[in-house]
């Protein structure tokens, strides 16, 4: 007997929610490379999330620290938009860094329902925080 929920189980219940499917890149260092070749792919790599933000797929990114929270050995966690787990796969394939091969990647669909963020605009500077 298995003790797993479908998917459909899932959205049935999710009334009320958002429900936002997204994906979730998990993108780490491939086997053999060194932060120094990572770090000649960084700008393209950059220059690609910020690309794909624009054009309203990058929903969120960001690199992924060690369990003690000391250091960074070259992970991150991309969250897109996609119409399905090929789709982002698709995308994910075309980030640099794992064209280049310096980095792999594996996807997970992710429901977004529940959280929130504040966004703080003060008018006599124009500045924006989100919180």
Known sequence: MSDSVTKANVLERCSGLL???LY???TRRAPGVSMAQMR???PEHLAWQVEIEQRGILFAAGPLFTEDDQSWEGD???VIRAASIQHAS???ASDPMHREAV???????WLLNEGGFNLKVTFS????RIA
Do not use: K, Y
Request: glycine share 8%.
């Open 125 to 128: 500077d124009g500045r924006q």
């Open 76 to 78: 991150g966690m991309i």
């Open 90 to 92: 698709e995308i994910a």
């Open 24 to 26: 979730v890149v998990f």
């Open 103 to 109: 980095r792999v990647f594996n996807i997970r669909p």
């Open 19 to 21: 429900c936002l499917s």
């Open 40 to 42: 000649q792919v960084t």
